[in-house]
């Protein structure tokens, strides 16, 4: 039963929807840094490694990037408020859930095969919004009433 209770208020917590991301995706992640009374938005471009948890409200993935010659690896809660968006750039062929051997690999040894994707559809987040039946109903009743005490109006005039 606590089960059930800890289930749904996790489920509230989660994004309406998100970007699906596997391993082996290069991915932008845009992320909000707040110092002091300032807020800033901060982009990490990298390699995703690792993705734990994607049904979860605790879902994960790892970022790995090169900089200045020296890995870095960052871990983005997916559904957190700080982390604004997610896009993938590029998407490679990867046979595996965990690419923890890209640590030991530099250069073109840690090159991934590239796999053809169409970004835009990938990179869409939006949520269809489905329109309840007695909405439009109530909203053209309305438009008319308005109509009808406009012409009055008019009349008067």
């Known amino acids: 039963m606590s089960f059930q209770i800890l289930k749904q208020i996790g489920d509230a917590q989660k994004k309406p929807a998100v970007v699906d991301v596997r ?3 290069t991915v932008k992640v845009t992320q909000k840094i707040k110092e002091g009374d300032k807020e800033r938005f901060q982009v990490f471009e990298g390699v995703v490694i690792r993705t734990d948890r994607k049904d979860s409200h605790t879902a994960r993935i790892t970022v790995r990037k090169i900089a200045s010659g020296v890995g870095v690896e960052k871990s983005f809660l997916i559904h957190s ?3 604004e968006k997610i896009e993938i750039v590029k998407r490679a062929k990867v046979r595996r859930k965990n690419l923890s051997y890209l640590r030991e690999r530099s250069g073109k040894s840690a090159r991934l095969a590239s ?3 169409d970004r835009l559809a990938v990179n869409d987040v939006t949520v269809p919004e489905e329109p309840s039946k007695e909405e439009p109903a109530t909203e053209e009743p309305a438009k008319e009433e308005s ?6 109006a008019e009349e008067t005039k």
């Open 81 to 83: 408020p700080l982390v």
């Open 23 to 25: 391993s082996g995706d």
């Open 147 to 152: 109509k009808e005490t406009e012409k009055p």
């Open 115 to 117: 796999k053809d994707f």
